[in-house]
Nanobody
Framework: QVQLVESGGGLVQPGGSLRLSCRVSGTGFSIGAMGWYRQGPGRQRESVATITSGDWTTYADSVKGRFTISRDNAKNTVTLQMNSLNPEDTALYYC????????????WGQGTQVTVSS
């Protein structure tokens, strides 16, 4: 069984920073790309940032220049450094990991809340 455990969410003032981390644990699986998605109030889930096993990254236009994604393949962890946060970044952030062994059966975390408010 595969588990994705997220940490690092919370309440921050506009202009502040947060760091999200996610660790993938379990046996009998192979991970491809990893990343973070988010779902804000009344909005659909959207991709925030992704990173391949070779460290190729993609970012949503709304977070480019503010967020940085990184991963540690040896530890099966992915991290999202979020700077210059604004209220529009308020959302439930989900860790995602691509299942390399089975198309369409990717792994998801439970979500960690990020709230940006003064």
């Amino acid at each position: 069984q595969v588990q994705l455990v997220e940490s690092g969410g919370g309440l921050v003032q506009p202009g502040g920073s947060l760091r999200l981390s996610c660790r993938v644990s379990g046996t009998g699986f192979s991970i491809g790309a990893m990343g973070w998605y988010r779902q804000g109030p009344g909005r659909q889930r959207e991709s925030v940032a992704t990173i391949t096993s070779g460290d190729w990254t993609t970012y949503a236009d709304s977070v480019k220049g503010r967020f940085t994604i990184s991963r540690d393949n040896a530890k099966n962890t992915v991290t999202l450094q979020m700077n210059s946060l604004n209220p529009e970044d308020t959302a439930l952030y989900y860790c995602w990991a691509e299942n390399s062994d089975r198309l369409g059966a990717d792994f998801w975390g439970q979500g960690t809340q990020v709230t940006v408010s003064s």
